[in-house]
């Protein structure tokens, strides 16, 4: 699990891992929004203080895993990653996990309702994508929580807000 102080630089460093040749078993990306409601739903241990938090999956033989968690340390501290954790067992690697499969579950706790996109992003403008969604909130008072797929560009943002006030 890697941290970053905003949304940017964690979309940056989805292009860099990528850009190094690391192709990771898993890489999923979720900003404090969605961070925040999966942590009180599973308590997996994530860093709340973070704008945006990478998870990051290495497979492969012992000594193949840990040469790509070397490798990948490189390129997320490089990038301005502020804190990284590799999960010390079985137990914590399946709890950070459980966050991110539990993403959607969890938005129902901040919001009554939420529309999510689905949308194919080239990794090296996720940051810029991120950006402009940050911008679009800002613009048109919305609220949005991201949670995706970033090793393959597959972005999700979760538009949150109670229907019952649109009537």
């Given at each position: 699990?890697?941290?970053?102080g905003?949304?940017?630089?964690?979309?940056?460093?989805?292009?860099e891992?990528?850009?190094?040749?690391i192709?990771p078993?898993?890489?999923?990306?979720?900003d404090?929004?969605?961070?925040?409601?999966v942590?009180?739903?599973?308590?997996?241990?994530?860093?709340l203080?973070?704008?945006?938090?990478?998870?990051?999956?290495?497979?492969g033989?012992?000594?193949e895993?840990?040469?790509?968690?070397?490798?990948?340390?490189?390129?997320?501290?490089?990038?301005g990653?502020?804190?990284?954790?590799?999960?010390?067992?079985?137990?914590?690697?399946l709890?950070?996990?459980?966050g991110?499969?539990n993403?959607?579950?969890?938005?129902?706790?901040?919001?009554?309702?939420?529309?999510?996109?689905?949308s194919?992003?080239?990794?090296k403008?996720?940051a810029?994508?991120?950006?402009?969604?940050q911008?679009?909130?800002?613009?048109?008072?919305l609220r949005?929580?991201?949670?995706?797929?970033?090793?393959?560009?597959?972005?999700?943002?979760?538009?949150?807000?109670?229907?019952?006030?649109a009537?």
């Amino acid at each position: 699990m890697a941290s970053f102080g905003d949304v940017e630089s964690a979309g940056a460093a989805v292009a860099e891992v990528i850009a190094n040749g690391i192709i990771p078993a898993g890489l999923e990306l979720m900003d404090r929004a969605m961070t925040a409601a999966v942590e009180k739903f599973v308590h997996a241990g994530y860093d709340l203080e973070a704008a945006a938090i990478l998870l990051c999956e290495s497979d492969g033989t012992p000594e193949e895993v840990e040469e790509e968690i070397a490798r990948m340390e490189a390129v997320l501290q490089a990038v301005g990653a502020t804190r990284m954790e590799v999960s010390r067992d079985e137990a914590q690697r399946l709890k950070f996990w459980s966050g991110r499969k539990n993403a959607f579950p969890a938005s129902g706790a901040i919001s009554p309702d939420y529309m999510c996109m689905d949308s194919t992003i080239p990794r090296k403008r996720l940051a810029e994508m991120l950006r402009e969604i940050q911008r679009m909130e800002a613009k048109y008072g919305l609220r949005c929580a991201n949670v995706f797929h970033a090793g393959d560009g597959n972005l999700h943002p979760l538009i949150l807000f109670d229907c019952q006030c649109a009537r």
